[in-house]
C-alpha cells in the first residue's frame, strides 16, 4: 500500500459527460501528479500540482483540468468526454522539497480509477 | 525533450534464469532514471533510481541497473527470477520535473 488513495476505482459513464477523479496524497507529501494509462497511449503524465500551485503540464487536453486544495487532495476533472478517454487514471505524489531536485524525488503512485466512456 | 526506448516489449524467462530488460534514453542534459514495476490491476512501485551518484544502483527485490552514459543505457538486471516478478516494468527518465515513461516491457516467468 502506498498511501497514495484514488477514488472511485472504477466509472463508467457516456460521451459528452463529465467526471470527477479524487487523489489523497501520502501525510507530508506536498506534490500530485495525474497520469493516463491506455493501450495506444502508454503511460503520460498530465499534471502536477505542489502545495495547491500548478508545477508543471505534460500532454493534458484542454478539456482536462486539475486542482489541488488546501488539505493537499486533488481532483481531475474531465470533461465533454469521448470514447477515447477511456483509460486507467493514476495519481502519483512526492515530497518535492526542492525545485531544484525535484527530478530525484520518488513519486508513490495510487492504485488507479478505470475511466469507461460508452 | 528527453525520451526512453523499451527495446523489448515481452521478455519470457524460466524460474531461476537471469532476467534482463533493456532500456535506452535521450537527453541533453543530466538525466534522473528510474525503473517501476506494475503487477495487474495495481498502482506502480518503485524499484530503483539513479541520480547521478554511483552507476550501479541496487534496488528491492533483488533487481539492480547499471547507467552508462556512454551507450545512453540504463538496463535493468536480476541474477534470479521468481514467478512473483511477473509483471510489466516501466523505465522513466526525468529531467526538471519532466518524467517521461517507457512503452513497458511485459516480464513472463515460466516455471
Known amino acids: 500500500d502506498s498511501g497514495v488513495t484514488q477514488t472511485p476505482k472504477h466509472l463508467i459513464t457516456a460521451t459528452g459527460q463529465r467526471v470527477t477523479l479524487r487523489c489523497s496524497p501520502r501525510?507530508?507529501?506536498?506534490?500530485v501528479y495525474w497520469y493516463q494509462q491506455s493501450l495506444d497511449q502508454g503511460l503520460q503524465f498530465l499534471i502536477q500540482y505542489y502545495n495547491g500551485e500548478e508545477r508543471a503540464k505534460g500532454n493534458i487536453l484542454e478539456r482536462f483540468s486539475a486542482q489541488q486544495f488546501p488539505d493537499l487532495h486533488s481532483e481531475l476533472n474531465l470533461s465533454s468526454l469521448e470514447l477515447g478517454d477511456s483509460a486507467l487514471y493514476f495519481c502519483?505524489?512526492?515530497?518535492?522539497?526542492?525545485?531544484?531536485?525535484?527530478?530525484?524525488?520518488?513519486?508513490?503512485f495510487g492504485p488507479g480509477t478505470r475511466l469507461t466512456v460508452l | 525533450a528527453q525520451s526512453v526506448t523499451q527495446l523489448d516489449s515481452h521478455v519470457s524467462v524460466s524460474e531461476g534464469t537471469p532476467v534482463l530488460l533493456r532500456c535506452n534514453y535521450s537527453?541533453?542534459?543530466?538525466?534522473?532514471l528510474f525503473w517501476y514495476v506494475q503487477h495487474p490491476n495495481k498502482g506502480l512501485q518503485l524499484l530503483l533510481k539513479?541520480?547521478?551518484?554511483?552507476?550501479l544502483v541496487k534496488g528491492i527485490n533483488g533487481f539492480e541497473a547499471e547507467f552508462k552514459k556512454s551507450e545512453t543505457s540504463f538496463h535493468l538486471t536480476k541474477p534470479s527470477a521468481h514467478m512473483s516478478d511477473a509483471a510489466e516494468y516501466f523505465c522513466v527518465v526525468s529531467v526538471n520535473n519532466d518524467m517521461r515513461f517507457g512503452a513497458g516491457t511485459r516480464l513472463t516467468v515460466k516455471p
Open positions: 537527453s541533453s542534459y543530466s538525466p534522473s
Open positions: 501525510s507530508g507529501d506536498l506534490s
Open positions: 539513479y541520480t547521478s551518484a554511483a552507476t
Open positions: 502519483a505524489s512526492s515530497v518535492t522539497t526542492s525545485l531544484r531536485r525535484e527530478g530525484y524525488n520518488e513519486q508513490f
